[in-house]
Every structure is written in C-alpha cells, then in structure tokens.
C-alpha cells in the first residue's frame, strides 16, 4: 500500500547499505532527486541496476554508492563517456565497480521476465558477440517445440526500483506518459518500489490503456517537483540539454566532480534546495 | 556549374542517408545514423518509418535529438511504445527492414565493437557499450554502418565483438542462425564499402570526390580491396546540404534552450 511520505523517510525507510536497487526511467524521467537523496544519505556498496547509467549513476558511481552495475549502454546520449563511470571500471575509483553488462533488449526482456517472476528471460539475441563470454550469466537454451538455440538470461528482481513519474492520486494511483521506458516492468519486478511525482491530484483522469500504476504495487510515493531535472518529464518541464553537455566538463576531473557533489548535493538539504544552488551556478556560467 | 563546398563529414551524412530508401523502416541509433536517417526523412524518404529504441515509432522530428528519448521524438511519432514492447514485438518481430549503426572499431567482415579499447577487464578506453546494437545487427533485414575512417577505427582485429556483422565472412553469418541479412554498405567520411560475394570482405564501391585511393588505404589497418569497377560517389546537392545544416542549425538552438534548473 502506498504512503505519502518524505523522499528522504523513503530513501531511509527502504534502502539499506548493500541492497540491489534500480532507479530506471529511459532517457525521460530519470529519478535525479532520488539519486541525490542516495548520495546525500551516505549510501554504500549498492548493486545497481539501470539500462543506462545516464548522469544519475555517474554521479552515484563517482561519490562512492555503488559496488556493482548492471547496465546495458554507459554514455552520455549525444555528448560522449560518462568519466566516473569510466574511472571506477578503468581506475577502481572511488571504489572498485563490479559490472554485470548486457544488451537493451536482453536487459528489457529481463525486466519483463522479472515482473512476471519468472526466473529467466528468452530472446533472439548476442549470436556472435563476445558477450557472452565476459558474461557467464548470458546462457541458450533449447526451444522445447522446434529444437531451436535460443538466449536464455536471468531475470532482474532488485530489492527496490526508484521511478519518477508525472501525477499520482491521494491514495497512490501513479500515472506516467511519454517514453515509458521499463517503469512499469520494473516497479513489478522488485520487492519494494517508491515514485516520485511532479504532483498529487485529486483525480488521474487516466484513459483505458494508460500506464498506471495501481497504489498497492507501489510502497511509497513523494512528491518532488522537477525531480527528473536535468532529464525531462513530458508536458511539465524539457530535458536540459545544456546541462548533460555540461557534465563532460565536471565529471572529467575528480576534484571538480567532488567539489560540485558537496555544493550541490551533500552541502543542500533537499531536491528543492539543489534547484536553487543549480539555478544559481547557471546564472554564473551563463555571465562568465 | 560550380559545386557547392562542403566537408567531409557532410558527403558521409548525404551519402548514407541516400542508402535508405522511401518506405523501409528503420531503427535508428543516436548520432550519425540519427542525422543520417532523419536527412533521408526531409529529402528522397518522405515516408520513412524510423524508429527509435526509446519507444517512439515513426518519429519525425523537427530538430536532431541529442538522446536517444528527447520529448521531440514522442511528441512526433505515429505511437510510443514501451522499451520492451520495441526490442520485443518490433525489432525481434522482424518488422525492421534496416538498422542504422555507428561503432568504435570495425573488421574487414564488418563486425562492429563499442564495448571496449584494449582489454575488456583493464579496459584502455571503457566505451559505452552495446545498447540496442548486437540485436540490431542480427534481427534487422539489412544494417548500414557510419563510421569515420581511420587506422584506429578500420582494424585488423577488434578489441572486442560487440555486434556481427559478416562473423568470419563467406556464409559464416548464415550458418550461425543469423536472421538478418548483415551490413549491406559501410559508409565513412571517405568512401563507401561493400560486402564482395562470396567471401563477404568490405570493399571500396565509391570513392567520395577528391580522396585518393592512397588516402583510403593509409587510414584502414588491413589490406583494403577496391572493387573493379570503383568509382565516384556523387558530390552532395545543394538541397541536399541546405536541409542538412538546417536541421544542425535548428538541433543547435534546442540544445542551448534547455530549460532546466
């Protein structure tokens, strides 16, 4: 059953040191706020599940969160490396990074699979890559009917999946829309699952076939507005493209990075307090 | 008649986007294929279906998307679908006629890496990885790669296989189970290659004006073959070059304008 609470009771309430957790959302509502709260809370040795690791794991890989990483493309989407990514797996820092690597349509028929409890995903995939072969887990497996190979991988069921999505009701109804991405797949699949929303409403007025969310699949819901920023939520605010571009520059270097997580993350109390300081260092990038 | 100036980067775009034809359904990766794909779009390919890994299916977007799910691309398509629902129903449903890929590292047989440099548990230079890619490669009826020609990119042997393309040439592709038909053209800031039957090596088909023969084989770390009849890959249009730096022109202006904290 969903309760309204704090983002920072949630974080507190459900996600203990060395847990498997995945924070999805495709490109759209990629839940910042939350990633944040992680990092803010002092969070270690997670495994971390994510198609794409996206800035938010970067900025948790880099600040020290993360042991593991399954994931499925590790870049920054039209800018280039994601360099704390790249700095725990070629230099082990902060830490050492585990990584468990696949394909997005082996890991998307993985969330599937983990949503419907099965143990294993099937797919036409991996013929020839060596994949594989750094990979143990990626296996075949015989049709029953036809004799045909086929791949065979383990399905994804974290102890918590963390989503951003538009709207939910008063009692925890969530509603998304846009590039849904593996949400949905992924709130099924784990044992507890917490939203963030752009806003509490009265009524959804979801039409018949729209992705939500029912309040008993959901543990808890927080209201957080921009909690995607700099990703986007669809019909509320755009993806700030100047930003990802940004982050090549403060990620490159691990003082920089440090120095921008303690001001705009250890050193704020909240998402909102975050908004402020960002809006406030854009003003100053903008005037240099 | 004077031709146009244009650069090298641009008579790829041009070259690549003419391969794909009116109609076909595409699955498009973010970057040059994106640019590529959408050019073909809003000249000779008004009713191509492209398809993006995010979900949205027939995608026509007014600028480039710098990610792979910016709200340009939902906002324009005929449907968006889930993640799921793409890799699953679309691309493995075999309803793709052509992939459209881009790679770190390419092989004379058109096997692509974007996983690493070096070696894969002490990575030199850790790449983003495979994405969509190795199901791309395998379930789309036909692949084109876009790739900038150099020695560090044309490669004896890759570090790595992320995705297939001719596996060891000849009929090894077919006789793993692939479904796909493989890369039908590579096409570099150079010149286009193509499978040559039946041993299914990438050769040069056209040169794009003013490279040598000399030029091509310096920046490829194998011994590249031209085909007998190699020629000249047409100069891009004027129109051709108009809509493309358009399109750069207004992706530019909606890249700055984010408006997020």
């Not at chain 1, 990483?69 to 989407?77: A, D």
């Not at chain 2, 109609?23 to 390919?45: D, E, K, M, Q």
């Not at chain 2, 053209?185 to 039957?197: F, G, N, S």
Request: charged share 20%; proline share 6%.
């Amino acid at each position: 059953m969903a309760q309204w609470m704090t983002l920072s009771d949630a974080i507190t309430a459900f996600v203990q040191d060395g847990i498997s957790i995945a924070l999805e959302g495709f490109t759209h509502l990629i839940p910042f706020a939350a990633g944040h709260e992680l990092i803010r809370q002092g969070k270690r040795d997670l495994s971390l599940v994510r198609m794409t690791p996206d800035l938010i794991y970067d900025q948790m890989i880099g600040a020290g969160c993360a042991s593991s990483l399954m994931f499925s493309w590790g870049g920054n989407p039209g800018v280039g490396s994601l360099h704390r990514f790249r700095d725990a797996v070629e230099h082990g820092w902060p830490t050492p990074l585990v990584i468990n690597e696949r394909s997005h349509s082996d890991l998307s028929n993985a969330w599937v699979a983990g949503a419907a409890h099965l143990p294993f995903a099937v797919l036409r995939g991996y013929t020839g890559s060596d994949l594989p072969r750094v990979n143990p887990q990626i296996r075949t497996i015989a049709c029953p009917f036809t004799g045909e190979e086929l791949t065979a991988t383990p399905a994804v069921r974290p102890d918590v999946t963390i989503i951003h999505a538009q709207k939910a009701d008063r009692k925890g109804n969530v509603l998304l829309w846009g590039i849904i991405g593996v949400q949905k797949e992924a709130v099924l699949a784990a044992k507890h699952a917490i939203v963030t929303v752009e806003e509490q409403v009265d009524r959804l007025d979801a039409p018949p076939n729209a992705c939500v969310l029912p309040h008993w699949v959901i543990d808890a819901v927080c209201l957080v507005p921009r909690g995607a920023t700099p990703s986007y939520a669809h019909g509320y605010y755009t993806r700030d493209n100047a930003f990802y571009r940004r982050w090549d520059d403060i990620s490159r270097d691990r003082a920089t990075f440090r120095a921008w997580v303690q001001e705009h993350i250890l050193n704020t109390a909240d998402f909102g307090d975050y908004l402020r300081v960002a809006a406030e260092s854009k003003r100053q990038v903008a005037s240099r | 008649m004077s031709l146009p100036e244009y650069t090298s980067d641009e008579m790829m775009t041009v070259s690549a986007a003419r391969m794909l034809r009116n109609g076909a359904v595409c699955f498009v990766g973010i970057g040059l294929p994106s640019t590529a794909a959408n050019l073909a779009r809003l000249t000779h390919a008004p009713d191509v279906v492209l398809i993006y890994e995010s979900g949205p299916i027939g995608a026509k977007p007014s600028h480039l998307p710098l990610s792979i799910g910016d709200s340009e691309l939902a906002e324009t398509a005929d449907t968006v679908v889930s993640t799921p629902e793409v890799f699953r129903y679309w691309l493995q449903g075999g309803r793709v006629d052509v992939g459209f890929l881009g790679a770190a590292q390419i092989d004379r047989y058109a096997n692509i890496n974007t996983t690493v440099i070096g070696d894969y548990g002490s990575p030199t230079v850790r790449l983003p990885g495979a994405g969509g890619a190795p199901e791309i490669s395998s379930n789309a009826k036909e692949v084109l790669l876009i790739v900038r020609q150099t020695l560090q990119t044309f490669v004896e042997k890759l570090d790595f296989v992320t995705s297939v393309g001719f596996l060891s040439g000849g009929d090894s592709r077919r006789a793993a189970g692939i479904r796909g038909d493989g890369p039908t053209a590579v096409i570099t800031d150079l010149c286009i290659l193509q499978p040559r039957l039946p041993d299914r090596e990438l050769v040069v088909t056209t040169m794009h004006p003013g490279i040598s023969r000399e030029r091509i084989a310096r920046s490829t770390s194998w011994d590249l073959h031209f085909a007998e009849d190699c020629g000249e890959t047409t100069p891009p249009t004027e129109h051709e070059l108009e809509v493309l730096r358009r399109l750069h022109c207004e992706s530019a202006a909606a890249y700055a304008a984010g408006d997020g904290a």
